[in-house]
């Protein structure tokens, strides 16, 4: 075998390799979109065999069951509520503090930097018994503010930030400074504009994070009023009849924002993942 | 336009490092002074002193008689241009102009007036709506430029700033600074580690060496005149040799002992404070240009020494010679090329002895050939 040859198999496995890794990732959600659209009696007889991603005799009839038993738009407003005002609090919170790491000088700052690198491996759950102690004699159970507030200072967002600072050269900061640009402008008209992958890579990572949530605002509220998706799923999980295309159905409309903020920030998360070296 | 002195400064950063010691140094206004040393010498640790970007740790810095060492980068109005240019990436040539007078508040016209003027000045008309990354390194280093000089500052200070080009183009750029600055009268702190450039570019050149000034004038003063064995050694291209000898009373006055070889001074000048009679028979340091060495002719030949190596160069040559006396030092010859030298050749040499310079054993200078 000559080289070209050789070339073209390595290629070739290459692909095929690739084909199967993308079909293992694509054949739930092919399943869940297929299920969707299929009475509920045929999700999971279908479910053993490939016909279990073919939507034959497609209806919207599960989406329709969705919006009868719970208040989707509610619900759907809520996640997209919280989730929103936690990204754009901890962009501004996180950059600023990952900025003021990286860049300022200041008594402490060494120690309170440790801090944050302890506090980014305590898991939410490991906290989550004295956090919801606290907001119930804060009197704030069952508002938007208490599954805000507690996720919009994040320790890994701040490392991010951090990390992608040290990056920039200083002399950009400094040619500002000595331009007549105070540490505030140097940060919003230099700084900031040439951290975009950064801060669509933490715009993506805490939307996907807090979208998901679950536990906590299991704990901390009550009723369709505040609650986001996730606890609106579950309830079709512990309220009988189990429909699975009415869960499906459900699961498709509660991803779909999820591949739509992606599809916007993808380009600079892409960046942001190989400039910050962090991985997705 | 202003008078810059720095009193006293000193620097030490937090690792250890004593980046400058007690400089004193004053820059008149209007004057270009260029600051040359080797890497690590403390030249930009001066630069970014003046500029407000690290604070002293002891000493003043003065502008115009006002103390300004505690005042903020922006409350000096001072320009700098980066070694890496520092251009806003995200701006185009035109935004990156107007930065420092958007910064300073000027009205939109005139704004617009002084970029279209420094545009001119500088030949960026046609780039102005280009990015950074869409320009040569040649053209990068004339925004930087241009932002330097839009808002009229009243010190320019230059880091390295021809280090990134290439040669050709050094050279260029290199003329167009010092018709720049002679144009705008703008007193002018220029950093480098380039000892031609330096003495091109300098009306006054300040050598420093760790830390520490070692002798600033005019360019020629410090060829001609070096304060000790750093300086001789530092300009010119290449530098002095420094060899050991000993002075000793002779019949027609003092004469260096070298290798064997007996140079009784003609001419020059003892070094002001100095005098000669009070190194007469201590060990000494026997400076030679490399072009007060040649191959001698017949019956003159002082001593003689072996080549290492040759630097053909064209118009003349670079000959590495082993030191006679076999101290173990490498002695540079610049000769013409009428010779044909090869390594390995011994060569008979002859010294000017009215170019001999002399230095005590601690380096400082006691006596200046004539050059």
């Given at each position: 075998m ?5 070339h073209?198999v390595?290629?070739?496995l ?9 079909a293992?990732?694509?054949a739930?959600i092919?399943?869940?979109v ?12 279908e479910?053993?065999?490939l ?7 497609a ?6 069951d ?5 208040a989707f738009?509610?619900?759907?407003f809520?996640?997209l509520?919280?989730?929103?005002l ?43 018994v ?21 996720f ?8 991010l ?6 990056g ?8 500002a400074r000595?331009?007549?640009a105070g ?7 230099i ?7 950064v ?13 998901g ?5 299991l ?7 505040v ?9 079709f999980?512990?309220?009988?009849p ?10 498709v ?8 903020v ?6 600079w ?11 997705g | 336009?202003?008078?810059?002195e720095l009193?006293?400064?000193?620097k ?9 010691v ?7 206004d ?8 080797p890497?690590?010498c403390?030249?930009?640790t ?26 903020s980068p922006?409350q000096?109005?001072?320009a ?8 806003y990436p995200?701006m ?7 930065f420092?007078l ?14 279209q003027?420094?545009?001119e ?11 950074p990354?869409e320009l040569?390194g040649g ?8 932002r330097a000089?839009v ?12 280090s990134?080009?290439?040669?050709r183009l050094?050279?260029?750029?290199r ?5 720049l ?12 580690h380039?000892q ?7 009306q006054?050149v ?9 002798q600033s004038?005019?360019?020629?003063v410090?060829y001609?005149?070096?304060?000790n064995t750093f300086v ?14 000993r ?11 070298w290798?064997?070889?007996v ?23 026997l ?6 060495l040649r ?12 080549v ?6 064209g118009h003349?040559q670079l000959?590495?010679l082993?030191?006679?006396g ?5 002695l540079?010859?610049?000769l ?15 010294v000017?002895?009215?170019?001999l ?11 200046w050939?004539?050059?």
């Amino acid at each position: 075998m000559n080289g070209r040859v050789q070339h073209a198999v390595a290629r070739l496995l290459g692909y095929i390799g690739l084909l199967i890794v993308l079909a293992l990732v694509l054949a739930p959600i092919a399943f869940m979109v297929a299920g969707s659209l299929k009475p509920d009696a045929r999700v999971l007889v279908e479910a053993g065999g490939l016909a279990a991603f073919l939507p034959a005799g497609a209806s919207l009839d599960n989406y329709r069951d969705v919006f009868a038993r719970v208040a989707f738009p509610r619900y759907l407003f809520n996640s997209l509520f919280i989730s929103a005002l936690i990204v754009i609090g901890g962009l501004v919170v996180n950059s600023l503090a990952g900025y003021a790491f990286a860049r300022l000088a200041w008594r402490g700052r060494d120690v309170l930097f440790s801090l944050v690198l302890v506090v980014m491996i305590v898991p939410l759950e490991a906290i989550a018994v004295p956090l919801f102690y606290q907001v119930t004699l804060f009197g704030w159970r069952d508002t938007y503010l208490v599954q805000i507030l507690p996720f919009v200072a994040n320790a890994f967002s701040i490392y991010l930030f951090y990390t992608f600072f040290l990056g920039l050269p200083r002399e950009l900061e400094e040619a500002a400074r000595l331009d007549g640009a105070g540490v505030l402008r140097t940060f919003l008209m230099i700084i900031l504009p040439n951290s975009r992958p950064v801060f669509a890579t933490v715009a993506i990572l805490t939307f996907l994070t807090q979208w998901g949530a679950f536990m906590w605002p299991l704990l901390v509220t009550s009723g369709e009023a505040v609650r986001p998706l996730p606890l609106a799923i579950a309830t079709f999980y512990t309220l009988p009849p189990l429909q699975w295309g009415d869960i499906f159905a459900f699961g498709v409309m509660m991803v779909a924002p999820i591949l739509v903020v992606f599809l916007v920030f993808q380009r600079w998360f892409v960046r942001g993942v190989a400039t910050t070296g962090i991985k997705g | 336009m202003a008078r810059v002195e720095l009193v006293r400064l000193s620097k030490t950063f937090a690792d250890g490092t004593r980046a400058l010691v007690d400089l004193d140094l004053a820059v008149d206004d209007g004057e270009f002074l260029v600051l040359v040393g080797p890497s690590g010498c403390g030249k930009s640790t001066a630069l970014r002193l003046l500029a407000g970007l690290e604070s002293p740790d002891g000493g003043e810095i003065r502008i115009d008689g006002e103390v300004v060492t505690a005042l903020s980068p922006q409350q000096r109005n001072i320009a700098m241009v980066f070694q890496n240019y520092a251009l806003y990436p995200h701006m185009s040539v035109r935004a990156n102009l107007a930065f420092p007078l958007r910064m300073r508040k000027f009205a939109r016209a005139e704004i617009a007036r002084r970029v279209q003027a420094a545009a001119e000045l500088l030949e960026l008309g046609a780039l102005l709506e280009r990015r950074p990354q869409e320009l040569s390194g040649g053209q990068r280093q004339r925004v930087a430029m241009g932002r330097a000089i839009v808002r009229e500052p009243r010190v320019f200070l230059m880091d390295e700033p021809l280090s990134n080009l290439d040669a050709r183009l050094r050279v260029q750029i290199r003329t167009d600074i010092a018709n720049l600055q002679r144009r705008l009268g703008t007193t002018t702190l220029y950093v480098t580690h380039d000892q031609v450039e330096a003495m091109t570019l300098g009306q006054r050149v300040a050598v420093l060496n760790a830390g520490r000034l070692q002798q600033s004038g005019e360019p020629q003063v410090l060829y001609r005149r070096p304060a000790n064995t750093f300086v001789a050694g530092f300009i010119g291209s290449p530098g002095m040799n420094t060899l050991p000898a000993r002075l000793e009373p002779g019949e027609t006055g003092p004469a260096v002992h070298w290798s064997g070889a007996v140079l009784p001074l003609q001419g020059g000048t003892t070094v002001p404070g100095r005098s000669l009679g009070d190194f007469s028979g201590q060990k000494v340091l026997l400076g030679l240009r490399p072009d007060a060495l040649r191959v001698a002719t017949a019956g003159e030949a002082i001593l003689s020494a072996t080549v290492q190596a040759v630097e053909a160069l064209g118009h003349e040559q670079l000959v590495y010679l082993d030191s006679p006396g076999g101290s173990g030092d490498t002695l540079i010859a610049r000769l013409d090329t009428r010779t044909r030298v090869t390594a390995g050749d011994t060569l008979p040499l002859h010294v000017d002895a009215a170019r001999l310079y002399l230095f005590a054993a601690t380096g400082e200078a006691i006596h200046w050939g004539s050059s």
